[in-house]
């Protein structure tokens, strides 16, 4: 029997931004599509083997070394190794301009192409963003900051659509039905509701943390990370997780849950969390290995959805409603590419030349500090799980003020050593993922005794502190489609253009020496170095947080999307991944979109 093509919705992307939209719906008893590039990794327990789809390790190389062969790359011949997760470099390449105006191949801004997308393989750390960080047009108004001396901040921030207090009950909302484990007693947002499962018991070496936060007089929490730690009744997945529990010594591995594929289901992705729970239904069609290819209008409506099926076949589906949700790089792609091909459909999502598709892009500003606790001491990473405390301290107005500062970070400490020894001598001085293997192939000291003693220093000693905060937007970075370098369909690979402002490194700096004051208070002194990560353009440096360019608005010269994330020039085109943001917020982005894609539900089910 032939595949239906016609559906209520149609949703492209099955990760933070999308399935949200496909649970809600599906559970209101519309008929509900998603088409999903990446294929369906399963959990241990789903599989009859007994054995998870996922190889544990994000950066786990397939197959044999391989070159660059993309023509029009500065990077051209250089090796590197396929993971299981992204996409191969010469099949689909990322091009970002680096400082001096070369084009290199990346694969630097793919969160992860599976069901599920990047929540799959992401760490978890799930905040809510600060009241401040909806209004940073009006908090900025007036205000003299440091490094901005033409007024860059006043003029191109936005204040969001909407409020923190119109997001509150979607973060709830999120929170209950993802299943995030944390603490509300410490953080500087409101919370109408406590929704978190308690915490595991932290990481010993955490302690450092503690103490350095304290001394500091920093109030902290325990960071809110999406994984259960029990019975999780929403998507009927069960708990405890081993080390919630007593003590069960060598199976309770948990370091393998917030980092990586988790092949037990307690990391709280998507995919086990929104999508496995309504698989069964017959409203809800899931196509993995289904890439959207363009979208065809007819007027103002998204009439198509062109996509390749897993035999690489062309396929049409038709939705009353089209949502698309590829993260941000592959979504403002995905609609030039549209426009591309389509000169209504440029008009329409470029509203006659307004400019703004594909401008504003954003990652994060990130970095930090990290230092090695002194030996005899030694910690077992692999007992809990990471990240284990959190702090606002650098998003209170007061330090804000105190600093000429436009907007906050979060801040958070790891404990990983990457999880396992070998990737911990494969990433050794690795700036990218493209680098993984370089600081260690260029260090011609680590060998024999020598690697020994390298591993002896590190492993089990790394601590780390990490701020995450706001980039300044700017309309010069931007996602363009690139002129020569193309995909292995054909189709124009995005091209990344994207800097640093002066202010972004003020903050930078700013927020890294209190990371590194945090260890230092702490008691840890074997300082291995803090900063941030403007240092090298020549770097990609996304943060896997790829947000911005498609913003929403209030204005449709100034955005491509209304308040409720529909494009402006169409009736039916809703762009609800990172892309919509219009700033990207003082810490980790997922849940934040996942609560947004929650608030767009509602006003889809009211819609169809
Ligand atoms: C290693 C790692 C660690 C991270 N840690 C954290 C963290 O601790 N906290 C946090 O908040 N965030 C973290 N992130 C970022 C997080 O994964 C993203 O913010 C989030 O997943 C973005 O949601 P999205 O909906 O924009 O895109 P995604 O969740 O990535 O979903 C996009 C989906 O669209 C699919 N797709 C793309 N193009 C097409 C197409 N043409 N046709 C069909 N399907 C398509 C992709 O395959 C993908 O599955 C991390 C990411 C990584 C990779």
Known sequence: MAEPTSFDVVIIGSGAGGAPIAHQLVLAGKNVLVLEKGPLLRTQDET????????????????????????????????????????????????????????KATIEGYTAQVVGGGTQLY?????????????????????????DPNGDV????????????DLEEFYVQA??????????????????????????????ISAHVEAGMDALGMTRYRT???VITRDHEPSGRRGPLPAAGPDTGETAKTAFVNRYGDPLGFKSSTYVALLRPILSRPNFALRPNCVVTHLECTGRTVSKVHYLDPSGTPRVAAGKVVVVACSAIESVRLLKLSAAADPAFDAAINQDGNGILGGYFLTHCFGGASALVDAPARYDKSLTLDSDWSSDHCATDEFLEANQLWAGAALYNNTSDRALPLALGRNYQSRDLDTVWDGFTGEARLTGEALVGFLGDHFGRGLSMTFMANQVPLKSNRIE???????????????????????????MTTFAQVC??????????????????YGNDDLARCANHVLGGAR?????????????????????????????????????????????????????????
């Open 48 to 103: 009859a083997d007994g054995r998870s789809d996922f190889r544990r390790d994000e950066l786990l190389s397939t197959g044999a070394e391989k070159r660059i062969t993309l023509d029009g790359v500065a990077n051209r011949g250089a090796a590197y190794y396929s993971s299981h997760v992204e996409p191969d470099i010469n099949d689909e390449p990322h091009v970002y301009r680096t400082a001096s105006g070369d084009d």
């Open 154 to 165: 006043a003029r191109e921030a936005r204040d969001w659509p909407f409020t923190y207090a």
């Open 224 to 226: 809110p990370l999406a």
């Open 481 to 507: 489609l690139h002129p020569t370098v193309k995909d292995k369909w054909g189709r124009a690979a995005a091209y990344i253009i994207k800097g640093w402002h002066p202010h972004d490194v003020a903050a």
């Open 175 to 204: 929170e209950t039905l993802i299943g995030l484990n944390g603490q509300v007693a410490g953080q500087i947002k409101h919370f109408s509701k406590d929704s978190y499962q308690p915490p595991l018991r932290p990481n010993p």
């Open 552 to 608: 929403f608005g209030t204005d449709p010269r100034d955005s491509v999307l209304d308040g409720d994330c529909k494009a402006w020039g169409f009736d039916n085109l809703y762009v609800t991944d990172g892309s919509c943001m219009p700033t990207s917020g003082g810490g980790n982005p997922t849940l934040t979109i996942e609560a947004n894609a929650f608030r767009v539900a509602r006003q889809l089910k009211e819609r169809i």
């Open 123 to 147: 760490g978890g750390v799930s905040y809510r963003f600060t009241e401040r960080d909806f209004r940073l047009q009006s908090a900025n108004a007036g205000r003299p900051l440091r490094d």
């Open 516 to 533: 590194r004051d945090v260890l230092w208070h702490g008691g840890v002194r074997k300082d291995l170095g803090a900063g941030g990560v």
